[in-house]
């Protein structure tokens, strides 16, 4: 496994780290110490959200705004721990994404030419969770960046949210991509904690059998799959989507 630590300090130029997922959290859960450590490393970092996750659940008590609203704030919030150069944050309708694929195919297209990103993350085919949404964001992306291709443009390096095997359960297990690169932030922990801490409406960590600061301590680690849009225009690992 090749480390994405060591990718990132010797990338040579456009130098513009874009995620790019669903709801509010994602990019703090998938990617915070990426956005973290590609910040040190002189990256401009855009985090791109593309609902207001206003579909989900409120998981503590005290929260009187509508979802959407407290959601919003939320990822303000986190951003400024995780040192986001540019968030960008849409909404496209949560859960809906599927049946919108066209015009949020659209909008990301718009942030491809603005940005010119030299490296995009989203989720892999599984969406991780099988969230309908996450799916989504990785059929989209996907899309766009094969037409692009297949126009003769150049594209960015594409990377999915990946996690070694012992991590996953084993329905997810046989469509996931496995780990190409792995991120050591380090003591970059604590600041992805509190940007954790900070969507506090979905109480993140509540699932964990462990409080989520300690298993952010123990790991200190996060996995990518590096995608090979150029073989053949469809790679072996992406047939299946």
């Known amino acids: 496994m090749e480390s994405l630590n060591k990718l ?3 990338w040579p130029d456009n130098k513009v780290l874009m995620t790019i997922f669903p709801h509010p959290d994602d990019e703090t859960l998938a990617t915070g110490g990426l956005l973290l450590v590609a910040r040190r490393l002189g990256w ?5 959200v593309l609902t207001k996750g206003e579909a989900g659940r409120i998981f503590v008590k005290g929260i009187k705004e509508p979802l959407a609203r407290a959601r919003e704030k939320e990822l ?3 951003a400024g721990y995780l040192k986001i150069s540019d968030l960008v944050m849409l909404d496209l309708g949560d859960r809906k994404l599927k049946e919108k694929k066209t015009e949020t195919e659209i909008e990301i297209e ?7 990103p030299g490296i995009v993350v989203t989720y892999d085919r599984t969406g991780i969770s099988g969230h ?3 799916i989504a964001s990785c059929l989209i992306v996907k899309k766009i960046l094969l037409k692009k291709l297949k126009e003769g443009q150049k594209i ?4 999915w949210v990946s996690l070694p095997k012992n991590y ?3 329905h997810i297990l046989k469509k996931f991509s496995q780990p190409t690169h792995v991120l050591n932030f380090g003591w970059y922990w604590f600041r992805k904690y509190r940007a954790a801490k900070a969507h506090r409406s979905q109480k993140v960590g509540r699932n964990y059998p ?7 301590l123990l790991l200190r680690r996060e996995w990518y799959h590096q995608v090979d849009l150029i073989a053949a225009k469809t790679p072996v690992h992406a047939k299946a989507i």
């Open 44 to 48: 401009q970092t855009v985090a791109v």
């Open 76 to 78: 303000r919030k986190a």
């Open 8 to 10: 990132l300090k010797n």
């Open 210 to 216: 462990l409080p989520y600061w300690l298993v952010l």
């Open 110 to 116: 718009k942030l491809f030419d603005k940005y010119r």
């Open 168 to 170: 996953l359960t084993a």
């Open 132 to 134: 309908p949404d996450h």
């Open 156 to 159: 960015p390096l594409l990377l």
